[in-house]
């Protein structure tokens, strides 16, 4: 023992030992340098033959034994790794190495060797292990290079992303996976590796072994001697090509309409940014100029979206032909477009421009076997006269297409301050519309309606009033329009029947002639399809018979949807019900719907009847009205009568019937029972 203290060598991690190969466990000698690289003092703890399994790993234990009886039989030396539980609890990695000698006096072989700590180059090579699968495991490319740019490994990752082996590309440049124009960075990314920099997370291309360009996120570090020389590059590489592309078209989402690939309202706002700031510095202007499809709800509703979807790419297409490249075409919702239009000097090149949008979408489209017609309804404004920011000039825009549409549609308005006057009263209007029937201020007044043989009244026109709480008595041409928009018309029109119905029996009760009331329909109300019910109710509520009722219908009720709207009409007719044709003359006059469609009554509109005595044009107009009316048994009732001339002439070309101011404005119901009283007595 006293030898193998001398030889103790625990100072470098090594430490003698030696084995009698006896039963005694004192024959199993350890020096103090043993004890001293587990943390013990000698003398501490006993180790021996017994109890050196308490410190022993269990999976090396039946190694170290096995190593030791083929030392004793082979006489050559063995080592074997194994792990030792320290004091400190820890396990440290020992190489036993051991072997046989000449007992003494010949007798039984003896066993010496050494323990070497290596418990530090253990967990470098468990480290490198575990890096070495990481590399071979990982989904990305772990790609080594000298200075040169020759590649000097390549993992699988690397194989996976760029379709190359390892031993197609150890050895080569990696030069053959950069595009040419990228060959210029990576010469610069090779510059910042010489000066000890490390990149993280560089996005470039890289070309595949195929000729696919892909996106890759690169990090790229120099690789150091022993002495901290720069001799290489590390380079992980990660296919980011998906990423990307998600990245686009998210991103392309955000500034486009989904459907027409447009630009939409946000990209078309910073496409406006840009061009006010220009228009600025060259002293031009820009027109914002925001069209909305005419009668697009109905195509909708009738065809389906689908179809509906369809019109408005084709829409956008030919939109597109339209503006130029200097120009911005949007989508902003619905059948809602935009054009900004820059190198705006004049106000004609403005209205040039919008022509052709105009003449642009007059044709016709040919929809999976459908012929749609559409046409535009147009607001413009114009930068920096009607406004500085996009969401005024947007505003006003908005406001300039309703009066177009309120101008008869496939027309243009430019903004003028009135039509903000007059939408802040729409809107007041509008908000007031929504109770106005709950608190009941809508109330009827009636125009009588002689027959010009006899001098008779023969029935009223009942037209609405709205008692408006701050405004005063309103007359439809303030509100019918507005509620029309809002979907309220329906409820007022119901309202309307039944109270022209009751009305009308209050009448006949008091005495008075039986006459005809006649209401008018509005062409909101007959496309709800639940007229006919409507009517139906007004009636029985009422106890009014329907031959004393008249519906007024528009020329524009008769030409969309002919064969559901004829089909209606039967039926209106099959109650018993009159029909007549209000405004006739200013609409799409046609003898073959008026053949179809049964009606009982023309009525000619008063722009044609107030000026006959003095405009010939007018005069003939109505005498033609007059004699088709007649040629057909079609009953004739002028409006708009206002003097003794036009009634000469009325009467003089055998005019039915007549309504205007020269026999009595509209008035409440209590004046009319007044009115007919006076002319009877």
């Not at 500085?388 to 947007?394: R, S, W």
């Not at 029947?497 to 062409?523: D, F, H, K, T, Y």
């Not at 609409?587 to 009606?599: E, H, I």
Request: aromatic letters at 6%.
């Amino acid at each position: 023992m006293n030898m193998l203290c001398d030889i103790d060598l625990a100072s470098i991690g090594i430490a003698p030992w030696e084995w009698a190969n006896t039963d005694d466990p004192t024959s199993f000698l350890l020096s103090p340098g043993i004890y001293e690289l587990m943390g013990y003092r000698p003398g501490e703890i006993v180790i021996n033959i017994d109890t050196i399994t308490a410190i022993l790993s269990p999976d090396d234990q039946a190694r170290l034994i096995a190593a030791f009886h083929l030392a004793l039989r082979s006489g050559e030396e063995q080592s074997v790794e194994c792990r030792v539980r320290n004091k400190q609890r820890e396990d440290r990695w020992f190489l036993v190495r051991g072997r046989a000698t000449a007992g003494n006096n010949g007798g039984v072989p003896r066993m010496v060797g050494a323990v070497e700590d290596i418990t530090k180059r253990k967990h470098v090579e468990i480290a490198v292990s575990r890096l070495a699968a990481i590399v071979e495991c990982s989904d990305d490319a772990i790609v080594s290079k000298d200075l040169n740019g020759i590649i000097n490994s390549w993992n699988p990752g690397a194989e996976r992303i760029f379709g190359y082996s390892a031993d197609e590309m150890v050895g080569t440049s990696i030069m053959r996976l950069i595009p040419t124009d990228r060959q210029e960075e990576e010469n610069l990314i090779l510059g910042k590796i010489r000066r000890g920099e490390k990149l993280e997370h560089l996005e470039t291309q890289r070309r595949t072994k195929y000729g696919r360009l892909i996106d890759v996120s690169v990090t790229v570090s120099p690789i150091k001697d022993a002495a901290g020389v720069i001799i290489g590059v590390s380079k992980i590489a990660r296919d980011i090509t998906d990423r990307k592309a998600a990245e686009a078209q998210a991103k392309f989402l955000a500034y486009h309409d989904a459907l027409t690939g447009l630009p939409n309202r946000l990209l078309a706002k910073e496409h406006f940014v840009m061009a006010a700031s220009f228009a600025d510095r060259v002293n031009s202007k820009l027109a914002v100029i925001f069209l909305d499809l005419d009668n697009f709800k109905t195509i909708n509703d009738t065809l389906g979206h689908p179809i509906g979807d369809s019109l408005l790419n084709a829409v956008a297409k030919r939109l597109s032909v339209f503006v130029r490249d200097t120009d911005t075409l949007s989508r902003h919702s619905g059948d809602e477009f935009l054009v900004l239009l820059t190198g705006v000097h004049d106000p004609e090149s403005v209205t040039g421009a919008v022509e052709k949008l105009l003449q642009g979408l007059a044709a016709p489209f040919d929809i999976e076997g459908h012929h749609l017609s559409t046409s535009p309804s147009i607001g413009i404004v114009v930068y920096p006269d009607d406004g500085k920011d996009f969401d005024t000039l947007l505003k006003k825009a908005d406001t300039a297409m309703y009066q177009a549409k309120g101008a008869g549609r496939n027309t243009y308005r430019f903004y003028t301050e009135q039509m903000n006057v007059d939408a802040f009263e729409n809107l007041r209007i509008r908000n007031y519309l929504q109770q106005a029937l709950g608190r009941e201020e809508f109330i009827l007044h009636y125009q009588p309606q002689i027959d010009l043989t006899t001098g008779e009244v023969i029935g009223a026109e009942a037209l609405i009033r709205w008692n408006h709480p701050e405004l005063g008595l309103l007359p439809p041409g303030r509100f019918i329009q507005i509620a029309e928009e809002c979907g309220l018309i329906v409820q007022i029109g119901d309202w309307v029947l039944l109270e022209a119905c009751r009305q009308a029996v209050a009448w006949r009760e008091a005495g008075l002639p039986e006459m005809v009331i006649a209401v008018n329909i509005s062409a909101v109300q007959f496309r709800h399809r639940n007229l006919e019910n409507s009517v139906i109710q007004a009636l029985t509520d009422s106890g009014l018979h329907p031959a004393c009722l008249e519906l007024e219908l528009t020329e524009s009720i008769l030409i969309h949807d002919a064969e559901t709207v004829l089909a209606s009409l039967k039926r209106l007719k099959a109650l018993g019900v009159k029909l007549s044709i209000d405004d006739f003359g200013t609409g799409y006059s046609s003898l073959s719907y008026l053949k179809r469609f049964n009606v009982d009554k023309l009525k000619i509109d008063q722009s044609f009847v107030r000026d006959m005595a003095d405009d010939p044009n007018d005069a003939a107009i109505v005498r033609a009205i007059i004699q088709m009316a007649l040629s057909l048994n079609l009953k004739t009732i002028a409006e708009g009568v206002e003097d003794e001339r036009a009634l000469s002439l009325l009467r003089l070309q055998n005019c039915g019937e007549a309504q205007g101011y020269y026999f009595s404005r509209p008035i409440p119901s209590n004046e009319f029972i007044q009115y007919i009283m006076s002319r009877v007595g």
